[in-house]
């Protein structure tokens, strides 16, 4: 399975920015991870098939994440962002055929 992620870029702190990720085959769970300059990997967001989601306590509120099947794309609404949120942000599929990942986008949050 292969994953592209776009839509990251430069933003204002208070801003927003929509993610998207394109599998190239259906896959069950999806979700978006990220990391920071000098950090471990770490969950953002998940959602399943059947549209059941899942976030990390500190983007609950701000970001919404959601999929359409039918196109195979997941997407991640990230709104009134912050500098902590600065990362690069992956892409993520799995399901029983195993784990994928995209290549990354680049989110930076000035303040």
């Known amino acids: 399975v292969q994953l592209q992620a776009s839509g990251g870029g430069l933003v204002q702190a208070g801003g927003s920015l929509r993610l998207s990720c394109a599998a190239s085959?259906?896959?069950?769970?999806m979700g978006w991870y990220r990391q920071a300059p000098g950090k471990q990997r770490e969950l953002v967001a998940t959602?399943?098939?059947?549209?059941?989601?899942n976030y990390a306590d500190s983007v609950k509120g701000r970001f919404t994440i959601s999929r359409d099947i039918p196109k195979n794309m997941v997407y991640l609404q990230m709104n009134s962002l912050k500098p902590d949120d600065t990362a690069i942000y992956y892409c993520?599929?799995?399901?029983?055929?195993?784990?994928?990942w995209g290549q990354g986008t680049l989110v930076t949050v000035s303040s």
């Open positions: 959602i399943t098939t059947g549209y059941t989601t």
């Open positions: 085959r259906r896959i069950g769970s």
């Open positions: 993520n599929g799995r399901d029983l055929s195993g784990e994928y």
